[in-house]
């Protein structure tokens, strides 16, 4: 009988609101412990392990148990044999996101409570904002997403062949940097001749 593989491998530490998390990798999906998000929350850890386990939460969060990976030096790791519960990282903010903020509030973390009902708020903006116009960008990254949208209509303007190339080459630049997806264009396809003179 094959038991199933739960190794890990260590990827990154990440600042995630405030508190260190390793981030590790199994099959090509990052993942994170959850027991921190919920000492984050102040949420008790023996119901929040079941309810992360339960129904369509263990596949809304990507919930798996897997074998930390063990890593020389790190202290309070559990034996290579100890599973540990994850969630994928793409979705720990969804975690974060459908948490009472008024259990938290009448558990005593007025504060905590602030800063999840505020990430909770952005969170359904940005959601909007997707659904709405299909692109949201956060805070601060506005100005950007002005200028890729006024690239995307210098574009539009452009007659010379030549000019939508260098705007075409010019808006993919700027995707990428942005962690955009990169749409593909009619002539995207086609390299910029830049070491040719017109």
């Not at 090509?28 to 102040?42: F, M, R």
């Not at 506005?142 to 000019?163: P, S």
């Not at 075409?168 to 995707?175: F, G, N, P, V, Y």
Request: glycine share 8%; proline share 4%; charged share 25%.
């Amino acid at each position: 009988m094959q038991t199933q593989d739960r190794s890990t491998q260590p990827v990154n530490f990440i600042n995630f609101h405030g508190i260190t998390l390793l981030v590790v990798q199994h099959g090509g999906i990052d993942y994170v412990e959850a027991k921190p998000l919920c000492d984050l929350t102040g949420t008790d850890w023996r119901g929040a392990r079941r309810a992360l386990q339960e129904g369509d939460n263990a596949t809304l969060y990507g919930v798996k148990r897997l074998i930390p990976p063990q890593i020389a030096g790190a202290r309070g790791l559990k034996s290579p044999f100890d599973e540990v519960l994850y969630l994928r990282l793409d979705r720990s903010r969804m975690y974060l996101a459908r948490i009472s903020t008024d259990r938290m509030r009448a558990n005593g973390n007025e504060t905590g409570a602030d800063q999840v009902l505020a990430l909770q708020v952005e969170w359904a903006d940005v959601l909007h904002r997707y659904e709405t116009h299909g692109i949201a960008a956060k805070a601060g990254r506005n100005n950007a997403v002005r200028d890729l949208y006024q690239i995307v209509k210098t574009r539009a303007l452009m007659i010379d062949a030549r000019e939508r190339k260098a705007i075409t080459h010019l808006l993919h630049q700027e995707l990428r940097e942005a962690g955009l997806p990169i749409d593909t264009f009619d002539d995207a396809q086609q390299e910029l001749p830049l070491s040719q003179t017109p």
